[in-house]
């Protein structure tokens, strides 16, 4: 501790009141004589109790702040090691970043203001950090020594990645178990994992998804030269595509994770690439998604029908309409045999689209579902492939067959027989 300074001005004056004390004693058996120098005395201890206050506190010639240091690269780590400090943004890109603080956003600074502004957690980092701002703002404030664009807190990054596996349950969703399902979860009360580096994979592997614009594609694209030099890792070329034209700003990112996607708001299922026999899932359509039992009841029959429906056209075009077509278009000609081409074509593909949607709901991967299909192509052939009608008519035309030769001339004749 530095020495205390004493006033010259005040030593003096107080060993003048001291003599003065000493050379007035009045005794009880003797009258002072000098009665002036208790006036005397008493000025000087008022000049005294004036002076002494003013001299104490004349300002250092230190300007303020002067002794403000801003916390260290070493003692950023330290907290970061910290297990409670995993879920924390900041602490993610310190790894990513390693001990180069010339690569942009990775300035001990800016690391701080990342952590300190967004996350703000209860440490002495960063109570040493907002001291060392307060004196020194325009240092917190230069170039390079602040946060990365579009940066957000912890609490977002964890809310996209429960939004995305809630979706689609995805590469990633095992690495973060029990995200924050809401903004208003306190940053300390996170999931245990690397919430900014779990949710960049994610983007990674599917960046269509509208939960990746905002932060991921924004922090991207606000330096796209930067970032593409400096973090082809976290920004490769799919964080590029698609312009995300909105200005970063620190609020952004909360607001377009509320407001730029309302799967989780319209409750949608995720998608399983497994079997399962839960009654809630999507049927072809976004909005076909059955929430009650007799909603899933009535999905079942319509998933019963629609295989019914394939099996039956498949059957009827094959064994009645595509070789009557064919008999027809082999005997006309001109424009009427296009007609005839055109309609053809037109069946075979009406039998396509029922196939794929049936395939579409087998690819749903709901046991039920995939039941009532087998069901409804089942019921669809013991009803219409009996397999003697056609026996019947090869067998009533057999001499043509023999003589002809030609099984296709024989199934041409039949259709001709059919329309006369």
């Known amino acids: ?49 004036v002076l002494i206050p003013t001299s104490q506190a004349r300002p250092s010639s230190s300007p303020p702040g002067s002794t403000a240091v801003a916390p260290t690269r070493d003692a950023l780590a330290a907290f970061c090691s910290v297990s409670t400090s995993v879920p924390l943004g900041a602490c993610s890109l310190l790894s990513q970043c390693g001990n180069t603080a010339t690569k942009p956003y990775c300035s001990t600074l800016s690391l701080l203001d990342a952590l300190c502004n967004y996350d ?23 170039d390079g020594n602040t946060v990365w664009p579009a940066w957000t807190n912890s609490t977002v990054y964890q809310n996209q990645i429960y939004r995305m596996c809630k979706v689609h349950s995805m590469e990633g969703c095992d690495k973060c178990t029990n995200p924050a399902s809401s903004l208003s979860v306190p940053v300390m009360q996170l999931a245990n994992c ?101 909603a899933y009841v009535g999905s079942c029959v319509g998933v019963f029908f629609l295989s019914l429906a394939s099996s039956a056209f ?48 087998v690819m749903s991967y709901n046991v039920v579902w995939c039941a009532m299909l087998l069901l409804g192509a089942f019921s669809a052939h013991v009803a219409l492939n009996r397999g003697d009608d056609q026996n019947a008519r090869r067998a009533e035309w057999g001499p043509v067959a023999t003589q002809e030769r030609d099984k296709s001339a024989v199934d041409s004749r039949i259709g001709l027989a059919d329309e006369q």
Request: aromatic share 6%; net charge positive.
């Open 314 to 361: 498949h059957l009827v075009a094959h064994r009645r309409v595509l070789p009557r077509m064919a008999a027809q278009i082999a005997a006309t000609a001109g424009t009427r045999r296009e007609l005839l081409i055109a309609g053809r074509a037109a069946v075979v593909t009406a039998q396509i689209a029922l196939s794929y949607a049936a395939m579409l709901v």
């Open 1 to 49: 501790m530095a020495p205390r300074r004493i006033d010259p001005i005040s030593q003096a004056l107080t060993y003048r009141a001291a003599v003065v004390a000493a050379d007035y004693r009045p005794s009880s058996s003797s009258r002072p004589s000098r009665p002036w120098l208790s006036i005397t005395s008493l000025a000087a201890l008022l000049v005294l109790l």
């Open 194 to 294: 690397d919430s900014f580096a779990v949710y960049v994979a994610m983007c990674k592997s599917m960046p269509d998804m509208t939960m990746c614009n905002a932060p991921w594609k924004r922090m991207c694209q606000a330096n796209p030269t930067a970032t593409k030099a400096n973090f082809p890792q976290s920004c490769p070329a799919a964080a590029f595509e698609g312009s995300i034209t909105a200005t970063p700003t620190p609020s952004a990112p909360v607001a377009a994770a509320i407001t730029t996607n309302s799967d989780d708001a319209s409750g949608l299922p995720p998608m399983r690439m497994y079997f399962h026999h839960d009654t809630t899932d999507i049927l072809l359509f976004r909005t076909w998604v059955p929430r009650t039992t007799g």
């Open 120 to 142: 703000n957690p209860t440490t002495d980092v960063c109570t040493q950090y907002q001291e060392y701002c307060t004196a020194k703002p325009s240092k917190c404030r230069a």
